[in-house]
Structures are given as C-alpha cells and as structure tokens.
C-alpha cells in the first residue's frame, strides 16, 4: 500500500512466502491494486508498484485479515468509496480494528 501511494516504481523481491499465508497475500493486494488503477508488475517472489493516485473500487481480501486490514488503509488513500468483502477475520490479529479506523476518521461498516 505504501508502494502504491509513493512516487516512482517500488521493487519488492524475496516474498515468495507470502504466497503460502492465510491467502496468497501478493496475489490478492496485485488483484485490488490493479482494481484500484495501480500499474504494477507481479512476479513469482515479489511485485513491481508504480506509485500514483488510488481509486476507490470492489475488492476482496479473500479472508486474509492483513490483507482486509491493508486494503482499508488504500481505501482510505484512494479518491472515491470502496468496498472491501471478506473482513470477518480481521479480529485475529487486530480486535477493535474498526472501531481504531472508524475513530480515526475512516469509515468502516459491516455488511451480513
């Protein structure tokens, strides 16, 4: 996400465990990046980010907490709404992450 909102091209190599998480963790922030109008190059251990400007859009965390986490961080970067699906198991690692975020100015609203 830091990648996304900085200037000029972040280089991110020796990541390859990131794809055996909770999720495959580079695929699924490449796939809402990229929904958020990242550019960016995925590779088998890492990820090229163009930094630039974030669009609100529909992503999904694919029940990985971090990465719904991250996602509400480029969310709150991003110009315009956007939604984030399958944020159930952000308590894992962080409970009361929605009401720290909602405090701090963000806006997050759960959806059954």
Not at 33 to 49: A, C, S, T
Not at 61 to 69: E, L, N, Q
Request: charged share 25%.
């Amino acid at each position: 996400v830091a990648a996304a909102a900085a200037e000029g091209v972040t280089r991110i190599r020796g990541a390859a465990e990131l794809r055996v998480k909770e999720s495959d963790r580079l695929a699924v922030m490449a796939t809402a990046l990229k929904r958020m109008g990242v550019r960016l190059q995925e590779y088998e251990d890492g990820i090229d980010i163009e930094g630039g400007p974030l669009q609100g859009a529909q992503m999904d965390s694919a029940g990985d907490h971090r990465c719904a986490m991250a996602l509400c961080i480029a969310a709150g970067l991003a110009e315009g709404e956007s939604l984030i699906r399958d944020c159930r198991n952000v308590d894992t690692s962080f409970p009361g992450f929605a009401d720290h975020w909602n405090a701090l100015g963000g806006r997050i609203t759960t959806l059954s």
